[in-house]
């Protein structure tokens, strides 16, 4: 059974550093890995989709990596801003009906 | 093109009562999958529909819940008798055909309280 974990549950850090949150998945028979973001009582915003043929993928400031024989990705932030506070979620597509199998998310806050 | 749309919003039963919740995809989208997050937890998956068919419903509670996913109209999810447990945010996704490549489109959410 497919299980996703995130790591930290919760990070805080200053305005301008750059960080990086954890994804880890039991099996590795993944068709790709999304990372999300969530806004508090707001929906779901694909930030990047990784294919399982794939490395990496970028968009702006977000790179997001992913190791599939270790079970692993990695979402870097660079330059993180107040408005990047939110909750970022990770999802892998597995099984017949490509449904996502969920972490429960890292809480970001960003201090000004 | 509009989004994914779910209504309402917020949802607000007492225990008891029955709660209806709806999702119209994007169009042209005939695949539509509902996910549940319980407070301060991820997502799981509850159901997959196409039009007029329950693909996978192997997330779903085995009493008290059904789905559909008529020809014509929204997807529905129901919610027969609500325990204060079913207390959680309820995510439809639409995509346009099966395929992994493929991400899912996610509506805005309805948040249902049970008192």
């Known amino acids: 059974k497919q299980e996703v974990t995130q790591i930290p549950a919760a990070l805080s850090v200053p305005e301008g550093e750059n960080l990086v949150l954890n994804c880890s998945f039991t099996?590795?028979?993944?068709?790709?890995l999304q990372w999300f973001r969530q806004d508090p009582g707001k929906g779901l915003t694909s930030l990047l989709l990784i294919q399982s043929s794939q490395r990496e993928q970028t968009s702006g400031r977000l790179n997001a990596s992913l190791d599939k024989s270790s079970g692993r990705s990695t979402l870097y932030i660079a330059a993180s801003q107040p408005g990047d506070s939110a909750t970022y979620l990770c999802a892998v597509t597995s099984g017949s009906n490509y449904q996502l199998i969920w972490g429960a998310g890292t809480k970001l806050i960003i201090k000004p | 093109n509009a989004g994914v749309m779910q209504n309402p919003r917020h949802l607000v039963r007492r225990r008891g009562q029955e709660a209806r919740l709806r999702c119209s995809p994007m169009k042209g989208h005939s695949h539509v999958y509902w996910y549940r997050q319980l407070p301060e937890e991820g997502l799981k998956f509850m159901v997959y529909?196409?039009?007029?068919?329950?693909?996978?419903e192997s997330g779903m509670p085995k009493e008290r819940f059904s789905a559909e996913f008529p020809k014509e109209g929204p997807s529905i999810l129901r919610i027969q008798q609500v325990v204060r447990g079913d207390s959680a945010a309820y995510f439809c996704?639409?995509?346009?055909?099966?395929?992994?490549?493929?991400?899912?489109?996610f509506g805005p959410g309805t948040r249902l309280l049970v008192l």
């Open positions: 099996d590795s028979a993944i068709y790709n």
């Open positions: 529909l196409q039009k007029e068919n329950i693909i996978d």
């Open positions: 996704a639409s995509s346009p055909e099966l395929r992994y490549s493929e991400t899912q489109y």
